[in-house]
């Protein structure tokens, strides 16, 4: 069975600073890795989405990397906002089927 | 597009009262997702549609839990009978292709006394 895990499950940051939220699973047999950003009372937003056979995306100041052999996963953030305050989920996609598992989640908090 | 609607925002019921949360996936989709979102179990998937057509019922909790998609554009979630422990944040995501981005809806926020 497929579990993930996020480290930190909390963070704060001042404004301004670069930051890393990394991303474990235990099944390296992936199809794609997501990073989902959800606000406090709303619905997920997808960030970032990494196939098995990819190292890496970037999409504005977010940068995510995947390592599937070593089942780990990282989103880095430049030059932090207060606006990227939020809970970051990552998800993977097994090989076969539609079913992500999804992380614990990362809370980020910048101040300003 | 307007994104994935969820309806109704919150409920609030007793138990043993019938719950029916609806969900329109966004027009085109071909995939439609229900999740659940609590404290203690994160997000996680109870039931997947591909073309109307449940795929994957494995997180359904129980007999109380029934899903149904009679079209391309309309999903019903339904417990019966409601409990306490099914109080969460119930999630309708959909997508156009396998594997691909999925588009989440903001949720129903279900309290059940």
């Not at chain 2, 999740?35 to 449940?54: A, D, K, S």
């Not at chain 2, 494995?58 to 409601?82: C, H, V, W, Y």
Request: a neutral charge.
């Amino acid at each position: 069975k497929q579990e993930v895990t996020q480290i930190p499950a909390a963070l704060s940051v001042p404004e301004g600073e670069n930051l890393v939220l990394n991303c474990s699973f235990t099944d390296s047999a992936i199809y794609n890795l997501q990073w989902f950003r959800q606000d406090p009372g709303k619905g997920l937003t997808s960030l970032l989405l990494i196939q098995s056979s990819q190292r890496e995306q970037t999409s504005g100041r977010l940068n995510a990397s995947l390592d599937k052999s070593s089942g780990r996963s990282t989103l880095y953030i430049a030059a932090s906002q207060p606006g990227d305050s939020a809970t970051y989920l990552c998800a993977v996609r097994p090989g076969s089927g539609d079913k992500l598992t999804f992380g614990t989640g990362t809370r980020l908090a910048v101040r300003p | 597009d307007a994104g994935v609607i969820q309806s109704p925002r919150h409920e609030v019921t007793e138990m043993g009262q019938e719950v029916t949360l609806r969900c329109k996936p966004i027009s085109g989709h071909d995939y439609l997702f229900w999740y659940r979102q609590t404290m203690m179990r994160g997000l996680e998937l109870l039931i997947y549609f591909n073309n109307n057509v449940p795929i994957d019922d494995s997180g359904m909790p129980e007999d109380r839990f029934s899903a149904k998609m009679p079209n391309a554009s309309f999903s019903t979630l339904k417990i019966q009978p409601s409990e306490p422990r099914d109080s969460a944040v119930y999630f309708c995501a959909s997508t156009s292709q396998s594997g691909e981005t999925q588009y989440f809806g903001p949720g129903t926020r279900l309290l059940v006394l």
